[in-house]
């Protein structure tokens, strides 16, 4: 699983929530966002990498980029989703259940949250809910 691309897209989606109708240039979206991550420590050239995924990023206005963050956010969660589904099918410990019980549940919630986020028709005004993730 691609942790640190997780946790990127986590950062730009809340970045781009809190931000979404800046002024910035449409052409210096990416650059901007990603100028503003590297201050918080997020590598300047993976988070360009990363929202360059999307070939509509380098025309986007920052409400596109915030929908594009969001569904790859959503892509991510429902890839790590179906690796806890697959654990949990294997031999693992009653213990190892509970917790790959409670990752479900929480990536779950991820996934529903961001598929919300992604298909609305405008920016929400109640405030995303900060994720805090442990190191692995």
């Known amino acids: 699983m691609a942790y640190p691309r997780l946790l990127l897209t986590i950062f730009v989606l809340l970045f781009l929530h809190q931000n979404l109708f800046s002024s910035a240039d449409a052409s210096g979206v990416v650059e901007q966002t990603c100028r503003q991550a590297a201050a ?12 360059q995924t999307n ?6 206005g920052t409400p596109d980029l915030a929908i594009a963050a969001t569904k790859l956010a959503e892509k991510e969660f429902k890839h790590a ?20 019980s409670v990752c479900s549940d929480v990536y779950g919630d991820g ?3 961001l598929r919300g986020r992604s298909h609305s028709s405008g920016p929400d005004p109640s405030p995303m809910p900060s994720l805090t ?3 692995p």
């Open 40 to 51: 918080k420590g997020i590598d300047f050239d993976f988070c360009v990498t990363t929202l």
């Open 55 to 60: 070939p509509k990023s380098s025309s986007a």
């Open 81 to 100: 989703l179906n690796a806890i589904k697959q654990l949990q099918h294997g031999k693992v410990t009653d213990a190892d259940k509970e917790a790959l």
């Open 111 to 113: 996934v529903d949250e």
């Open 133 to 135: 993730l442990a190191q």
